[in-house]
């Protein structure tokens, strides 16, 4: 017994510890790096490398259905953002103030869409639009995303919430101020980054999704996941979606460490939780 | 404040109808022989049942549970060292090292699965590097992609639990003679748990319910239960059989859901 | 933050509003991967001053289906012979207008086309669009030609290729059951375990829709099961790009011959349109062009002699799917316990 605890003491030590770490980076980072590597690949076979060229970046704007199904994702990623954040915001406080009891039931209804599985939630959301007097397509994709977005800013913005005095709410009111600007001036304030927190969570679902999003589109709506998936192994699978893949990657180390540098460190850990 | 209460109840409206509504359709569609296109007459039938005992169902249901457990049991024996070193790390840039785990959730999971496809193939880039892997096919192929994809999942929850843990209880151990081990399985571990207990969870739900990365990474030779829901409802039109697994997958996953939160009351340390 | 907010929701609405300008007819175009000249559609965009919205699937059955969710209304789909008779079995199909099909007095399909299908109870269902075969794809860097003997290729236990099968339940049963010797449409009880059990002796490396003929190419499969126009697709692109060919399709002696076909699904709300769009393919000079990208075999008599003619020089090995004396079957459809019985062979075949 002595001797696997000490092998496990071992283990932990500091230097096999970052050995794991980089290697978990590894691991994580290693598919982005081919992706990366692909998109300076002069030839489009992606399994020989001829020589380097950025011809694939400027692809991107001259492939019309690969840069629709761009703006389409970040379109929807923005949109669903905005809404879920609001709505979400707004439910968090409603639930928040609920009684123990009807707070825990409301938060199993929440929870539902964000355990249940991606391929369950997009065939349900595809039956009841499919009830509705609405055309597959944007709209339909739309309301999938604020859907599964919500449970998310609502499970990022209640834990701070129930920190907050509620007294200064009320003391609001008694000073005057309405519900509405009650809400907007002194609890919006205080849950800011819990809030920030859960839109860029949401809009990191968003702009990731593939799965629901196949279920609930239509009419050829095409986000940038349905454009890859219907272009696997054949002749209209564009490597300028590599360029595009590693463009959204390297803009976002770049936003993170500028944000680094300039000491927002309490936002990062906010986005992290 | 209960002035409040009335803004949850749109929200109440919207999850009903987007929640309850088509989870009743499901089991509707799973127990009878309602044809959902032409939403006719219906009569009840237990057809769909004899789909759980076909064989290509029994051996996505083992496929999902042994693929997804082993690759939850590597992300947990990775990610767990990996969240103790950052939380104990002293650098200034630790919060921008820490996000860095967070930065290829961006990157499109499609592409990064096409990735790991072309790594897999004997003939690849790799080739370059005087490398040829054949891995397509193998149950490896598909750990490892699950385990890159959902890594980052293990990781967060369990980071955010250490780096929030009361350092004085440590040393409040390590003064009363434990050593550094026994303080790690005595105070450290048992504080963690919800945070492994979280992690687990966003590991094991997608990799458990995914079907793009076994459909890649096997060359169509493995199938998950993902699969066979996609098949049936997409490919064969099966809807009433897609459904009855469907409800069936949720229901399990519900309940070991419950099973593994027992921590947690309220169930709001999801992320 | 109200600001931020603000601004994104400007910039937000902006983009959606420029999103929906457009107000044209739209037309709804199902089809195959590949399969059409998308300058051409553009053409026709131009021309009948419409939008078409094109979508690509990889198999029949995923057509069949998205026909029937209705998530996408419709107006034109390209599914092969037997699933047209399915789909017309079940009342969503239209028939088709030829009176307003005017190309149609210039020229004229190739009879062994429409033989396939005379008879068969959907002619008035269709408008054939390419037919082809199945057959096998190899890599000449590790097949030679000794080595095709017949379907038996693909199905040795002990064979040393790399083989990559049909993810299609039809098509990889009818080459089990023609190794067998049976008739496609067989639904003989015995035949149909024979044949899957060949399925799941044979070592198959993967099972892939389009990605098969790539893979061939690039050497990591010796061989795979595919249709005509996979091969003739990369054979121009490497032609066209002066590369070394290292590829070959191989027809056995008897193989399924398919055709193609526009429909008009009755979920069709501009069947004018959808006319329109058939015959502005059925043009000569149109149906020349397409073919000559898409690289399948044109059904139109014209075309296909002028494609065959010194001026193009199609006239490779199995570029006529039907040459005389060759025997080619074309699918039925018979009944979906068949159908679902095909699924559940190949499902095992791949779970084995």
């Not at chain 1, 923005?78 to 639930?95: C, E, M, P, R, W």
């Not at chain 1, 339909?140 to 129930?162: C, E, G, R, Y």
């Not at chain 2, 004899?50 to 249901?61: G, S």
Request: aromatic share 12%; proline share 3%; hydrophobic share 50%.
């Amino acid at each position: 017994m002595m001797n696997i605890l000490k092998i496990i003491g071992k283990f932990f030590q500091k230097r096999s510890l970052a050995f794991i770490t980089i290697f978990a980076y590894g691991i994580i980072y290693l598919p982005i790096a081919v992706i990366a590597f692909l998109s300076f690949n002069e030839s489009s076979k992606s399994y020989i490398f001829t020589a380097f060229s950025l011809k694939w970046y400027g692809e991107i704007f001259l492939d019309e259905r690969l840069f629709e199904a761009i703006v389409n994702t970040i379109m929807v990623a923005l949109i669903s953002t905005l809404v879920a954040t609001l709505v979400g915001t707004f439910t968090a406080i409603g639930i928040n103030s609920l009684r123990k009891r009807n707070r825990a039931k409301m938060m199993i209804l929440n929870n539902i869409p964000v355990i249940n599985p991606d391929i369950v939630t997009g065939v349900s959301l595809m039956l009841v639009f499919g009830l509705l007097p609405i055309s597959f397509g944007m709209s339909t994709m739309l309301l999938a995303h604020i859907f599964f977005s919500i449970p998310f800013v609502v499970l990022s913005v209640l834990p701070k919430l129930k920190e907050l005095d509620l007294n200064l709410f009320d003391a609001a009111l008694d000073l005057g101020c309405t519900k509405f600007q009650g809400i907007i001036k002194v609890i919006i304030p205080s849950i800011k980054t819990s809030i920030l927190a859960g839109a860029l969570i949401a809009f990191t679902m968003s702009i990731d999704d593939f799965v629901i999003s196949y279920f609930t589109t239509g009419n050829g709506f095409q986000n940038v996941s349905i454009w890859i998936y219907s272009r696997i192994g054949r002749r209209s699978f564009n490597p300028a979606v590599y360029s595009y893949n590693t463009l959204v990657v390297f803009i976002t180390i770049i936003i993170l460490i500028v944000i680094n540098k300039l000491g927002y460190n309490k936002k990062t850990k906010g986005m992290i939780r | 404040m209960s002035k409040l209460k009335k803004l949850s109840i749109p929200y109440l409206v919207w999850m009903s109808l987007l929640v309850i509504l088509p989870t009743i359709l499901i089991v509707l569609l799973s127990v009878t022989d309602l044809d959902i296109f032409t939403l006719g007459s219906f009569q009840f039938t237990l057809d769909s049942f004899a789909y759980l005992v076909h064989p290509e169902v029994k051996i996505a249901i083992v496929n999902s549970i042994r693929l997804s457990g082993v690759a939850t049991l590597i992300s947990f024996l990775i990610g767990y060292p990996v969240a103790y070193y950052l939380a104990n790390m002293k650098s200034k840039n630790k919060t921008l090292i820490v996000s860095f785990i967070i930065i290829p959730v961006w990157s499109n999971m499609l592409l990064r699965i096409i990735a790991w496809e072309k790594l897999f193939y004997p003939n690849s880039i790799l080739n370059m590097f005087g490398i040829s892997l054949d891995l397509i096919g193998t149950d490896l192929a598909i750990l490892i992609g699950m385990t890159s994809m959902y890594l980052p999942f293990m990781v967060l929850p369990i980071y955010s639990v250490l780096e929030k843990m009361d350092r004085s209880l440590i040393e409040a151990s390590k003064d009363l003679g434990a050593g550094t081990i026994q303080t790690f399985f005595k105070v450290i571990f048992p504080l963690s748990l919800s945070g492994v207990v979280s992690g687990t969870i966003m590991t094991l739900l997608p990799s458990m319910t995914a079907f793009a990365l076994p459909e890649r990474l096997s060359g169509g030779k493995t199938l998950l239960i993902g699969n066979i829901i996609e098949d049936y409802f997409m490919k064969t039109g099966n809807i009433n059989a897609g459904s009855l697994i469907s409800i069936l997958l949720m229901i399990v996953i519900i309940m070991m859901f419950i099973g593994l939160l027992r921590f947690d009351k309220e169930g709001e340390t999801l992320i | 933050m109200k600001k931020i907010l603000g601004i994104v929701s400007i910039i937000v609405i902006a983009i959606a509003l420029s999103g929906c300008s457009s107000s044209k007819e739209t037309l709804y175009v199902l089809n195959w991967g590949e399969y059409m000249d998308l300058d051409l559609v553009a053409e026709f965009e131009e021309e009948f001053k419409v939008r078409v919205v094109y979508e690509e699937v990889g198999s029949n059955e995923e057509m069949e289906v998205k026909i029937k969710t209705g998530t996408t209304k419709y107006d034109i789909a390209v599914p092969s012979d037997y699933m047209i008779d399915k789909l017309r079995q079940q009342g969503l199909l239209n028939t088709i207008n030829f009176d307003l099909l005017t190309s149609l007095d210039e020229v004229s399909f190739i009879t062994d086309v429409t033989d396939l299908y005379d008879g068969l109870g959907y002619e008035p269902y269709l408008v054939p669009y390419f037919w082809g075969t199945i057959g096998i794809m190899y890599n000449t860097d590790i097949v030679v030609q000794a080595d095709l003997t017949g379907w038996d290729v693909l199905f040795d236990p002990d064979t040393t290729f790399e083989i990559g099968m049909y993810d299609s339940a039809r098509d990889a049963v009818a080459a089990a059951l023609l190794y067998k010797g049976y008739n496609i449409n067989s639904n003989d009880t015995d035949e149909l375990n024979e044949a899957a059990l060949a399925l799941q002796n044979a070592e198959f490396k993967s099972f892939g829709e389009d990605g098969l003929k790539q893979s061939v190419i690039q050497g990591n499969l010796a061989m795979a099961l595919v249709y005509s126009g996979d091969y003739f697709d990369e054979l121009y692109a490497y032609e066209e790009d002066e590369l070394e060919v290292n590829f070959g399709y191989f027809v056995p002696e008897t193989t399924n011959i398919w055709v193609d076909a526009f429909v008009i699904p009755t979920t069709s709300e501009n069947v004018d349109l959808a006319h329109e769009f058939i015959d502005f393919f059925l043009r000569e000079d149109i149906a020349e062009a397409n073919a000559d990208w898409v690289g399948y075999a044109p059904v139109i008599q014209e075309v296909f002699n002028t494609l065959t003619s010194d001026e193009y020089g199609y006239d490779y090995d199995n570029y006529d799917p039907y040459p005389d004396g060759a025997n080619r079957v074309i699918y039925e459809f018979i009944s979906n316990d068949r159908f679902e019985l095909l699924n559940t062979i190949l499902n095992g075949a791949k779970t084995q």
